[in-house]
């Protein structure tokens, strides 16, 4: 048996992407035993952070490397207690990427959470994947 509505499901999964698709890339986050989607990977810029709101009210700060790396930490910096890491500057020392906090100057891991100036010092590292999203508008009905 043919059934139409299969057969047109069928047929938009194997034609090629047009103006009602589109593919992105997205950043997730793991969170509470479960990936949480966080932004499209085109809102990073190498070199720069972002900061975005969890669903349990933390922030995370996000990064993308030169190498295209993604990253994230905490964003609230634990000798101020300002929510800033996002806006800090990022390096690499000994061959391990960081970002320095903005007020205070301390640098901290990017892969770890570690303070690299205080070892009492951390922050919040999160796993991070790139996934790649395909939407579709579907047409309203008659």
Sequence with gaps: ???PMTASANESMHKPMDESMNE???LELWLNDQWFAVCELSALTPGRGV??????GRQAALFLDRS?????IGNR?????AYVLSRGLTGSHEGRPFVASPLLKQR???TTGRCLDDDEAAVQAYDVR???QVRARV???A
């Design 1 to 3: 048996m043919n059934d």
């Design 24 to 26: 992105s890339n997205v």
């Design 51 to 56: 900061a975005a709101l969890l669903p349990d």
């Design 68 to 72: 295209g790396r993604v990253y994230a």
């Design 77 to 81: 910096d634990p000798f101020s207690g």
């Design 108 to 110: 901290f891991d990017l």
């Design 130 to 132: 790139v996934r790649a």
């Design 139 to 141: 047409p309203a009905t």
